[in-house]
């Protein structure tokens, strides 16, 4: 049975950093895309970075603006677990975490949610101002 289980979260200050992992489980990841999604409460889910795979094989990132500069994504295969550590946090960064995991998606659908075949139950994010 295929997890992806979050872990990091927390109640962090604004400035401050948080790096967040999500641990994989049941099949082989290193081929797939994975990334994070976000949902604050009575927002839409929303694209914050993803780590994928091009047609030539070689690996590329991508961030939303509202994260860019300020979040890293990683991944390390040999432990089946993606990273994403989150500097100069902000309280509009405050939200629910997912992570995400799929065959590597075509680089226009990166972004998009339902490009992913699964899932974690996510973890909690606030940042207090």
């Known amino acids: 049975q295929v997890q992806l289980v979050e872990s990091g979260g927390g109640l962090v200050q604004a400035g401050g950093s948080l790096r967040l992992s999500c641990a994989t489980s049941?099949?082989?990841?290193?081929?797939?895309?994975m990334g994070w999604f976000r949902q604050a409460p009575g927002k839409e889910r929303d694209f914050v970075a993803a780590?994928?795979?091009?047609?030539?094989?070689?690996?590329?990132?991508t961030y939303s603006d509202s994260v860019k500069g300020r979040f890293t994504i990683s991944r390390d295969n040999a432990k089946n677990t993606v990273y994403l550590q989150m500097n100069s946090l902000k309280p509009e960064d405050t939200a629910v975490y997912y992570c995400?995991?799929?065959?590597?998606?075509?680089?226009?659908?990166?972004?998009?949610?339902?490009?992913?075949?699964?899932w974690g139950p996510g973890t909690q994010v606030t940042v207090s101002s």
């Open positions: 995400v995991a799929g065959p590597p998606p075509p680089r226009p659908r990166v972004a998009i949610w339902n490009s992913y075949d699964y």
């Open positions: 049941g099949r082989t990841f290193s081929n797939y895309a």
């Open positions: 780590i994928n795979w091009s047609i030539s094989g070689s690996s590329y990132t």
